[in-house]
């Protein structure tokens, strides 16, 4: 799409309305149609992958340099997409970060209205405690720190921890939406369960508590554990054994994190899911309006990003810009966290998938 | 209230209007006002309870002396609510049973627009077949079959076993809204695995299968099984004793059994929930549009239905008309299932509550 | 279908069975499965029309003979199903009478849980005030009372005035879940405006008052015009003659009143509908899961109700029982009012339609 | 808020640490965070006023130099905040220009996912043709144009036509969401009505036709006519002096715009509303989350913004950013027509309005 030729561009007249449009803070559409308005997304964020070699020796020199403590709240060092001028964004929407705790640090009490979680790639020890309800992190677990909920960390053990923080901030920022405030500077409550309160009250499959019969807009489940996760893919593939539908595709089996009062998703702008191909399974290609990021959690396989292909294996992570051409596949099986933007796009009518043909 | 004196009632021209009304199908409603429209819902349905110890021998002699089989379908024997002049209704809207299922009988597979459920207060060795899904029937499970599902039942052990089914019979009868199909003779899935495959989809907390992204207005899960309804039940009361805010009311724990695609009820005419109350505990007086009944699972309290109090144990069954007065109280403990036509009234915004305060 | 037979019904043992649950109240299933579980429903209620050349005149004398005013509240002549009984019940769900109001009657205040509404098929005088605010009734208006709004009517002029009044009644009444309260004996606003207040507030296309953007289960809108009614239809018709899509099937227009503040239906148990069929027009046959009682508005056609064709013209009412065929047709064209329960299936998720092919 | 002091700043081993986060584009958190996360928004984007006196006439100039045609398809010319670098965006979501077509000139038609309005403060004479179906535009009309539609626009009057258009181009393109296809040359369909086919089938208050059931994501009705607008603010007025509630605060009325077929908003991702102020009226303080733009649209009046206060009469635009302090009062009174992005985040659960109290 080319911009219409506005008669001769040498007409002084049209120099002159166009110098007077800027002195008024005005701006012509017909010169610039097609950045605005292209025929379909044309992102800025180009598709990228991070690999875990490289970013856990990063987070440790940052542990060793860079104190964790109120003000810079926290030991995160985000993806910054290469496509985006250096600012600290996996996408447009998505802030995807390797939080880094050393031993027996905290990480003190904040909150703010960005919708937060974790996934944890490896390790364990560390506690994070939302609104004063203290949630074990474990390898393979997903935890939720919804919007406005008070939350800090604090590592119990002599080792390191690191895990991927997920939110949207980019979104909000871009927006204006955010609100922040500064909390407690230990965790409120220092105890050490393994299981936390929320899931007491809420982790049972279809049971709902009557305490609890107010649908939340953020599920009120603080942490999704790997047990679950795993018992729930490996049922998909058998019944996919058996003959029976319950895969997304031959041999790619996946579950959505949800909020049991709704069956929606687990915050109000971030999908979060987690994917497991068998051995020499391969999924469809697609394009979807939106982005996500993915973490490999286990085995290794191949990632297709717009026009190349990656290997990427345990805690590599890539995103996948909107409409841009993503597929995978796998020889020896994998295992794959994904998150992404696409509640907002669906609540806003602007969802769109694009599953090419004759594959799979 | 009382109906307003049209005129002299031995006016003779009132009379013949009267007949004249009555030859053309028509019905005055100011001399029935009072019975149409009382002031609060006046139900002809009465409290009352049954008892497993007399229910249970009843349907061991029907074991012996009914068949099972195409036609009668099932060996049901079903709660007659004394106000209501002999139907087969615990209440206007809910259908309550005991079915028995002799040693190795089959119940041949039907379907029916009525939702349906079974619950099992004791016993184990029957599997019921929903839509080719073979669900193993054991004490404390709750299991739905919901409209137009096909459905058959085989005890695959040398006793027999009994069971409580729940419908939404009387409503859909009332409202002539009801579909019925026979099937199969025989169950069309003989396997016996302990668990469902619709759990093994679907009964992972807050994990919903990406093959089953769609909403749908009954649960997907077929069977909710008593371990996790324990647990549950066990967790709020250990979160009571820390301190934390989990039951209904003190020493009161409950869990509403629900969809995992909308949060909502199982059904969309029935509601279903299991109730434990400590040792020592008892509720608030409750009133509540519609009607619910109730089964002691476990352990012996005390019921106050209207302006009466009966002791119940183990297996005995209960039903609370609508607007009738209720509570509970228990010197050892007990453990309780209930079913309701709650979400008919809420859908229908008819719902209406009230608590009795001063109490607890 | 037919119950199974029992062993040999001589079987004394069996006689003994049956009595002996009698005396428990128990009921078994098995010899009466057919009539509690249909195939498909089996209405007591009938198809049946009431004329208005009889109506009217029976409505007049009760107007000469019987008072209007606190307890019996209502001049109100209810339809009564030929199949129900003697039960003032157009249908299980539905309630529909002629109401009339002499010179200078009121008829007291009063509120209840049931909803309400009226139709006016012929004269106007009347203003019925709603919770306050009065309602002028003319000749094609649509009027809401929704549960629990205070409301009365008075006529302000030297005629009698009737009208169709549409409950759900029986179905409150089934399910003991209505609540009634007496209010004034005499309006408590005689004011007799043309628009009502919240008609001003309310009645702009597609315009909502920012002091009322909370969401309610019933319509805030008091009446629904005949001016924008017949507007609407006659839109329909002339589109269809311009060769748009527009109308239900050729030649049939249809509007549904509806709630502004969620787009669904004026009450959560009632639909309203207006269908206008131009002359030569006939409606495919149908079937659907719920009852419906429709008056003819003007001019005059003929109606399939089941078996039995019928000449209907204007005043003539007509109920639809649950699951029976119906039909339209005219030569010189005729407008319908029609009311039903569909709320309550869509609702419960038991609507069912079916639509006979190869007609219109 | 300030950045916690990572050691000394001058360790060359930090230096070293960022310069290789850089290299492998990752972002620390810490040193960032008060701009990332501010205490509550912060926008770059500013309050500002443009003037009709301005605007118009460099509009006309552009109408004298600038074809309308396929490429550049509209002579547009946007409203470009201050605070925003020179991009053509009134808020980070919300584009607002000012659309220019001189006599008998014709825009092509083209479709586009962002959604689209027009609204008209002076003439008429120009068709929207939207999917076909021609709509007329005059003063004081709002006119839709939901995503996917094809549209074009032609004048049929000897006089130029200047109009304001809206759009969510800004949140399309920040997060790479847009589709844009080109359509036909000229308008499909030159007819000139005065009333669109969607007012005829959709434009009548609470009447559904039957042949629109399904609910849409946005409104079906084309055109919101300015004597109905104007109606509805009247009656709010009339009924305030009356004694009843109707108006959002004493002097001002208000009504929002919305779809008939769910009750909100137009647009899944725009809100349009219009405001009157009676002579002497002022509104209370008011912060939200999210931006608007406001336009005069009759009357003059003062908009405080942020800390100044502005006069402005018909036809000024001015621009509120989120969470910038807003309050309108007028001495002879004024209406004002308003659109901002509140869908977007009430759908994505980070809404919220601050009211200052003590005032009014």
Redesign the interface.
């Known amino acids: 799409?080319?911009?219409?030729?506005?008669?001769t561009e040498q007409?002084p007249?049209?120099d002159r309305?166009y110098a007077?449009?800027?002195a008024?803070?005005?701006?012509?559409?017909?010169?610039?149609?097609g950045d605005?308005?292209?025929?379909?997304?044309?992102?800025r964020?180009v598709p990228?992958v991070?690999r875990w070699s490289?970013?856990y020796p990063?987070a440790r020199?940052?542990g060793d340099?860079?104190?964790v403590?109120?003000?810079?709240?926290?030991?995160?060092?985000?993806?910054?997409?290469?496509g985006l001028g250096?600012?600290?964004y996996a996408s447009?929407?998505l802030w995807a970060?390797i939080q880094y705790l050393g031993p027996r640090e905290v990480a003190p009490e904040h909150r703010?209205?960005?919708n937060a979680f974790r996934f944890v790639v490896e390790g364990e020890g560390v506690w994070t405690v939302v609104n004063g309800d203290p949630v074990a992190m474990r390898r393979g677990d997903f935890l939720l720190t919804p919007?406005w909920n008070f939350h800090g960390h604090h590592n119990e053990t002599d080792s390191p921890m690191a895990w991927l923080d997920g939110l949207d901030?980019p979104?909000?920022?871009?927006?204006?939406?955010?609100?922040?405030?500064?909390g407690s500077e230990q965790v409120t409550d220092a105890a050490t369960p393994r299981v936390s309160?929320s899931?007491?009250?809420?982790?049972?499959?279809?049971?709902?508590?009557?305490?609890g019969?107010d649908?939340t807009?953020?599920?009120p489940?603080a942490a999704?554990r790997w047990e679950?996760?795993d018992?729930?893919l490996r049922?998909?593939l058998?019944?996919e054994d058996e003959g029976?539908?319950?895969?997304?595709e031959p041999g790619h089996a996946?579950?959505?994190?949800?909020?049991?009062?709704?069956?929606g998703d687990?915050m109000?702008?971030v999908r979060a899911?987690f994917h497991r191909l068998r051995a020499g399974a391969r999924t469809r290609t697609r394009r979807e309006?939106?982005?996500s990021v993915w973490q490999v959690f286990d085995g290794e396989g191949e990632v297709e990003l717009g026009d190349v292909r990656y290997r990427v294996s345990t805690g590599d992570l890539f995103v996948v810009?909107?409409?841009a051409r993503w597929s995978l596949r796998t020889d020896r099986g994998f295992d794959l966290f994904r998150f992404s933007?696409q509640?907002?796009?669906e609540?806003?009518?602007?969802s769109?998938v694009f599953i090419e043909e004759g594959q799979a």
């Open positions: 799409m080319t911009a219409t030729d506005p008669g007409d007249r049209l309305l007077d449009f800027a008024e803070h005005l701006n012509p559409l017909w010169t610039q149609l605005l308005m292209p025929e379909r997304p044309a992102p964020a990228h991070w490289t970013l990063l020199r940052a340099l860079v104190p403590g109120r003000g810079g709240e926290r030991r995160a060092i985000a993806l910054a997409n290469p250096g600012v600290p447009p929407t970060a703010h209205s960005q919007g901030i979104l909000v920022n871009y927006t204006d939406s955010g609100f922040f405030e500064f309160r899931e007491r009250l809420w982790a049972h499959p279809g049971l709902r508590p009557l305490s019969l649908d807009p953020n599920s489940i999704y679950h996760t018992a729930a049922e998909q058998a019944l029976h539908p319950a895969t997304v996946a579950v959505r994190y949800s909020n049991p009062t709704t069956g687990v109000s702008t899911e309006v939106g982005s810009p909107s409409w933007d509640p907002v796009f609540r806003l009518n602007q769109r």
